[in-house]
């Protein structure tokens, strides 16, 4: 169970020619409030870091995401506030995250009605036609449902 539940949260992940050898820039766009997530939105994040993989592709990127938002490791904190509430008033730290999910339920109306369309730009550079610009809604029961597994990213399929 995670408050984060329901929500749709904007993604730009960034792929450049040391991909897959390097792992793609990854940061939220949408507002964020998670103790592993800094201000300008990007991750704290071991896979994204110092444990990446040339085999990892963008659903296992995304799953680990899912698996952050889920369960939050207040000893690596990005943001210290949200760490703090997530240790010591986990009934504050719900309370500023549903707000979030709520924001994001709001950008969702204003927006495309597909959900598929709305919540993760996957940009990769034009010098590699390896996918064009992908829009993905991402829930915890649904990563494996999406189409966009099929098609698997810098050769790498899964």
């Known amino acids: 169970d995670t408050p984060?539940?329901?929500?749709?949260?904007?993604?730009?992940?960034?792929?450049?020619?040391?991909y897959p050898n390097k792992p793609p820039t990854v940061k939220f766009v949408s507002k964020?409030?998670?103790?592993?997530?800094?201000?300008?939105?990007?991750?704290?994040?071991?896979?994204?870091?110092?444990?990446?993989?040339?085999?990892?592709?963008?659903a296992a990127i995304l799953t680990s995401i899912?698996?952050?938002?889920?369960?939050?490791?207040?000893?690596?904190?990005?943001?210290?506030?949200?760490?703090?509430?997530?240790r010591e008033n986990k009934k504050e730290y719900t309370r500023r995250v549903r707000e979030i999910v709520e924001a994001?339920?709001?950008?969702?109306?204003?927006?495309?009605?597909?959900?598929?369309?709305?919540?993760?730009?996957i940009c990769v550079p034009s010098s590699e036609p390896l996918y064009h610009h992908r829009h993905l809604h991402?829930?915890?029961?649904?990563?494996?449902?999406?189409?966009w597994r099929e098609f698997g990213f810098g050769g790498h399929t899964r």
């Open 4 to 18: 984060f539940e329901d929500g749709t949260f904007k993604l730009l992940l960034q792929f450049d020619e040391t």
């Open 104 to 121: 994001s339920w709001e950008s969702r109306q204003q927006g495309p009605h597909n959900r598929v369309d709305e919540a993760i730009n």
């Open 138 to 147: 991402v829930r915890p029961h649904h990563v494996h449902d999406h189409p």
């Open 66 to 86: 899912q698996s952050l938002l889920h369960d939050p490791n207040p000893n690596s904190p990005a943001n210290a506030e949200a760490a703090n509430l997530y």
């Open 32 to 58: 964020m409030f998670h103790p592993n997530v800094y201000a300008n939105g990007e991750l704290c994040l071991d896979i994204l870091q110092n444990r990446w993989s040339p085999t990892y592709d963008v």
